[in-house]
């Protein structure tokens, strides 16, 4: 039976897929194509992280890195830059040591008043 995939896959993935003695059909991305690709893969592998127990949660977080990387990559970025922008936010907004968890909000009547 055929299933449809029509998502970005590893580059062995292929490979892989020919030893197991599967037919399958593949495309080479545009880069705009992969970039939209990568974007959509960063959500599935973050859902699969979110959802992975903690036998597996480096095999999961190790596939979001993956794709983390490949993101940085086409993108030009440098991991440098990244930490950098990360420092940043860290001093500006803060990280999430103190295991904060934010449960409402409303608008007070002084804030609504201006």
Do not use: N
């Given at each position: 039976m055929k299933k449809e995939y029509n998502k970005l896959?590893?580059?062995?993935?292929?490979?892989i897929l020919l030893e197991?003695?599967?037919?399958?059909?593949?495309?080479?991305?545009?880069?705009?194509?992969?970039?939209?690709?990568?974007r959509k893969k960063i959500i599935e592998e973050a859902q699969e992280l979110a959802e992975s127990d903690a036998e597996h949660l480096l095999t999961e977080l190790a596939?979001?890195?993956?794709?983390?990387?490949?993101?940085?990559?086409?993108?030009?970025?440098?991991l440098d830059a990244i930490l950098k922008k990360q420092k940043q936010r860290?001093?500006?907004?803060?990280g999430?040591?103190?295991r904060i968890q934010l449960l409402w909000t409303e608008e007070s009547s002084d804030s609504q008043a201006k």
């Open positions: 896959v590893r580059d062995r993935i292929p490979e197991a003695g599967l037919d399958f059909e593949i495309s080479t991305l545009s880069e705009t194509e992969y970039r939209q690709l990568l596939d979001l890195y993956e794709v983390l990387d490949a993101l940085i990559e086409t993108y030009g970025l440098s860290r001093i500006e907004r803060g999430f040591k103190q």
